[in-house]
C-alpha cells in the first residue's frame, strides 16, 4: 500500500497521457472525427475501409521491409563490431567510442546527415566515387530517387546511426563470458574460429534474442529517417505505415480513420511479439 | 482497494479541475485589461519566418505606433504545422484573433468552422473592398461572402541571370531577354543558352520534383485554357487530358534535353551561385537575390509559351478566426488592422511579393524598389485554384506524385494524367 503512494505520480501522469488516449482512440475509430470535432458514428466503417485500402498495405509492406533489411544486418555488424572492441589491442577505448558515438545523434539530425552522404553532385558518396573513379565524373547515381537505392540508403543510414546501442549490449555480454572456457579450449587446442562458432556465439544467444524483439518493434516503428531522406518517395514506394497514418491523420483531417490504423498496427505488432515470446520460451526449456 | 480508487478519481478530477480554473483566469485576466485601460489587446498568429518575418514585425511595430487603442501581439508559428495548430487551437477556444490563410487554403478553413465572414464587420468598419485588386479578392469570396483579407499575391515567375545571358548574346539593350513568347521560342531560348555558355552552367535551374514543377505545370496548363481539374461543384474530377498531358510533355522534354540538372538537391544555391542562367519560383525570392552579393539578376513574369498569359499563384489573407466571445470592438480593431497592412503593402513587397491594393502599387516608396514593377502585372492574371476543401491534398497525394513520375522520365505524361484522377477522385470523396 505504501508503494502506492510512491507510485501515484507516475502512474497518474501514465493514465493521463498514455492509458486515457489508448481508450479515447479506440472511441475515435468508430467515428468520423476530424481535427477540431467529433463528426458522426460510423461503427466499423473506417476498418471496414481499411482492408480496402491498398495504400495502407503497400505501406505496411514497406515498415515490414524495412525490419527485414534491418534487424538482421543489424545484428551480424554489431558481433562483428563488438568482436573487434573486445580483441585486445591499443585501439580498444578508440574502437569503443567510434561504434558508440552515432547513437547519440537525434534522429533529425542523423537523417540530415544521411542526406548530405547521398544527394547527388554535392553528396559524400558521389563525391567519394568520383574521386577514387569508381563513378564517371559526369554521371551521378540518384540514391534518393530511386527505389531500391533508396532502400540501400535508409538502411546502411539508420545501420550507421544506430547499431552502437546493440553494440553496446554484445561487448558487456561478450564480457560477461567466462575466461576459464576460452582458456580450457584452448588448451584443447581449439582455433579462433572454433572459438567464435562454438563457445563466444552460443553464450550471445539470451542476449541477440533480446536483441531481435526490440529491433523489430523499433524497427517497425520507423518514420522520420525515411520522411526526411525519401518523403516516402518515389511514388510512395518508401512511405513506412506511420507515415501513412500521421498523412491521414494529420493531413487528411481523419482522426477516426487514422486511429483505426493505428488499432491494426497496434494488433500487428501484438501478434509478432507474442510470437516472438513463445519462440523464446520454447527454446528457453 | 475500492476506497483507494474512488480517491484517485478524487484527485484526478481535483487536478483537472484546478488545470481548467488556471487557463479559465488566465484569460479572463487578459480580458479584463484591455477592457479597464481601454485598449485593445489582440492575438495574431502567423507563419512568416525570414524576411517575410522580419518586414511583418516592421507593420505591427509602425502600426502599433500609428493606433494607440490597439496593440497587435505576434505569435510566430512553423510553417509547416500553422495549419494544424490554427486548427486545433481554434476547435479548442484557444485560438487567435487574426490570423493568416492561404488563399487555397481557406475553403478547408470555412468548411471546419475557422475562420469568420466578415461583410458585417467590414461595413462597421468601413472597409472599401473596391480598393483591392478584384483577381485577388474574388479568390477570397466563397458563395458571395467575403472571408479573408488579401495582402498579397505570390505569384509563379521568372528570374535571369544578366550576366550569363548577355554571354550567350540573349541580353537586349533594355536589360531584358531576347526570348520569343512562344512554345519553340522558349525552347530555343534555352538551346541557345546550352550552346553558348559553359558546361558547367545550368541553362535552366529548377527543380526535379514537387512544389515549383507543379506550380509550373499548373501554369502552363492554364495558359492553355485548363480551368483547374475539379468541377465546378467541387464534387467530381474534371482534368482536361489533352491540356494536362501536353504541359507535362512540354515539360519532361525540357529535363530530358538537359536544359535541367537533373535532380538538383538546390536549385535555388544553384541560381544563386550564378551556375543557372534562368530560374522560376515565386516572388518572395526577390528579397533574397537583392541580398546576394554579386548576383546581377532580373525579374519578369514566365513566357507566354501557350495560347493565353497565366501563371500559378497563392495570396496571403488576414483571417478573423471563430472566438469564443465574438467581441464586435476587437473584431473591428482587427480587421481595421488587416486593411492596414494591405494599405501598406509597399512594406510587406520588400521581400517579393505583389501588394494586393493598386493604390501601394502607385506609391513611390514601391516604384523605388527595384525588380517588382517587372512583374506587377502578373496580379491580373494569376488563376488560383478552385474553392475546393481538398486543394492542398489534391496536390500533395495526388498529382506532385505523378508529375514527380514524369519529371523522372519514368512516366509516361499520358499515363501519369490518366492515373493520377482516380487518385483524385479518391480524395474529393473522403
Known amino acids: ?285 | 482497494m475500492k476506497k483507494r480508487l474512488g480517491f484517485m478519481l478524487t484527485l484526478v478530477l481535483a487536478f483537472s479541475m484546478l488545470l481548467s480554473a488556471c487557463s479559465g483566469g488566465g484569460s479572463s485576466n487578459s480580458e479584463g485589461g484591455s477592457a479597464d485601460s481601454g485598449k485593445i489587446t489582440l492575438s495574431y498568429w502567423t507563419l512568416f519566418t525570414g524576411g517575410d518575418g522580419e518586414n511583418m514585425d516592421a507593420l505591427i511595430a509602425e502600426f502599433n505606433k500609428t493606433h494607440p487603442n490597439i496593440e497587435i501581439k505576434n505569435t510566430k508559428l512553423e510553417w509547416a504545422e500553422y495549419y494544424t495548430k490554427l486548427i486545433t487551437a481554434v476547435g479548442n477556444g484557444n485560438g487567435p484573433d487574426i490570423g493568416i490563410s492561404h488563399t487555397s487554403r481557406l475553403p478547408d478553413l470555412i468548411e471546419q468552422g475557422v475562420v469568420t465572414e466578415l461583410d458585417s464587420v467590414a461595413d462597421a468598419a468601413g472597409i472599401e473592398w473596391s480598393t483591392y485588386n478584384q483577381n485577388l479578392l474574388n479568390a477570397t469570396v466563397v458563395d458571395g461572402k467575403h472571408y479573408a483579407i488579401p495582402i498579397d499575391t505570390h505569384p509563379f515567375i521568372m528570374y535571369y541571370n544578366k550576366k550569363l545571358l548577355q554571354d550567350a548574346g540573349l541580353l537586349g539593350e533594355d536589360g531584358k531577354p531576347v526570348l520569343e513568347q512562344s512554345a519553340e521560342g522558349f525552347v530555343t531560348f534555352l538551346s541557345t543558352l546550352k550552346e553558348k555558355l559553359p558546361a558547367n552552367i545550368t541553362p535552366f535551374a529548377f527543380e526535379s520534383k514537387d512544389h515549383d514543377p507543379f506550380r509550373l505545370w499548373w501554369s502552363l496548363y492554364t495558359q492553355l485554357g485548363g480551368n483547374d481539374i475539379i468541377s465546378d461543384d467541387l464534387s467530381k474530377v474534371q482534368l482536361d487530358e489533352a491540356k494536362a498531358t501536353q504541359a507535362a510533355q512540354y515539360m519532361q522534354d525540357l529535363y530530358s534535353n538537359g536544359f535541367i540538372k537533373k535532380n538538383d538537391p538546390d536549385f535555388y544555391k544553384t541560381f544563386q551561385s550564378g551556375a543557372g542562367a534562368i530560374m522560376m519560383t515565386g516572388v518572395w525570392a526577390t528579397g533574397t537575390w537583392e541580398s546576394t552579393n554579386g548576383l546581377e539578376f532580373g525579374a519578369m513574369p514566365i513566357p507566354k509559351i501557350f495560347d493565353q498569359e497565366a501563371a500559378w499563384g497563392d495570396s496571403h489573407t488576414i483571417i478573423l478566426p471563430v472566438t469564443k466571445d465574438e467581441d464586435a470592438a476587437k473584431r473591428e480593431a482587427a480587421i481595421t488592422f488587416a486593411d492596414w497592412i494591405a494599405d501598406n503593402g509597399q512594406i510587406w513587397a520588400k521581400a517579393g511579393h505583389i501588394p494586393s491594393k493598386p493604390s501601394a502599387i502607385e506609391k513611390q516608396e514601391f516604384k523605388d524598389m527595384d525588380y517588382r514593377s517587372d512583374y506587377v502585372s502578373v496580379a491580373d492574371t494569376v488563376k488560383f485554384s478552385k474553392p475546393s476543401t481538398k486543394n492542398w491534398q489534391i496536390r500533395d497525394l495526388a498529382v506532385m506524385k505523378y508529375l514527380n513520375e514524369v519529371w523522372a522520365g519514368k512516366m509516361q505524361p499520358a499515363d501519369a494524367v490518366a492515373n493520377m484522377q482516380p487518385e483524385i477522385q479518391k480524395v474529393l470523396d473522403q
Open chain 1, 1 to 285: 500500500m505504501q508503494a502506492l503512494i510512491f507510485l501515484l505520480p507516475f502512474l497518474f501522469i501514465y493514465v493521463l497521457f498514455t492509458i486515457w488516449p489508448m481508450i479515447k482512440g479506440v472511441e475515435m475509430s468508430f467515428y468520423k472525427w476530424t481535427l477540431i470535432r467529433k463528426i458522426e458514428y460510423v461503427g466499423l466503417q473506417n476498418y471496414a475501409n481499411m482492408l480496402q485500402d491498398s495504400a495502407f498495405w503497400s505501406s505496411v509492406w514497406h515498415s515490414f521491409l524495412f525490419v527485414v533489411l534491418t534487424t538482421p544486418t543489424m545484428i551480424v555488424l554489431a558481433i562483428i563490431l563488438a568482436l573487434v572492441a573486445n580483441r585486445k589491442s591499443r585501439l580498444q577505448k578508440f574502437y569503443r567510442s567510434v561504434f558508440f558515438l552515432p547513437s547519440v545523434l537525434s534522429v533529425a539530425v542523423a537523417s540530415y546527415l544521411g542526406l548530405f552522404i547521398f544527394q547527388p553532385y554535392t553528396g559524400l558518396l558521389n563525391s567519394l566515387l568520383h574521386l577514387i573513379g569508381l563513378l564517371p565524373g559526369n554521371e551521378e547515381i540518384f540514391w534518393l530517387s530511386e527505389t531500391s537505392l533508396a532502400w540501400i540508403a535508409i538502411t546502411l543510414l539508420t545501420l550507421w546511426w544506430t547499431v552502437g546501442f546493440n553494440f553496446i549490449l554484445y561487448l558487456s555480454a561478450m564480457q560477461d563470458i567466462p575466461e576459464d572456457i576460452y582458456e580450457a579450449a584452448r588448451l584443447d587446442g581449439a582455433s579462433d574460429s572454433q572459438i567464435f562458432w562454438q563457445i563466444t556465439l552460443p553464450m550471445l544467444g539470451g542476449i541477440t534474442r533480446t536483441i531481435t524483439m526490440l529491433q523489430i518493434i523499433a524497427s517497425f516503428k520507423v518514420f522520420v529517417q525515411i520522411y526526411i531522406m525519401t518523403g516516402g518517395g518515389p511514388l510512395d514506394s518508401t512511405r513506412p505505415v506511420i507515415q501513412y497514418i500521421w498523412q491521414i491523420g494529420f493531413r487528411q483531417n481523419d482522426l477516426g480513420y487514422a486511429a483505426a490504423l493505428s488499432y491494426m498496427l497496434f494488433a500487428i505488432l501484438l501478434v509478432l511479439s507474442a510470437f516472438q515470446y513463445w519462440l523464446n520460451n520454447r527454446k528457453g526449456e
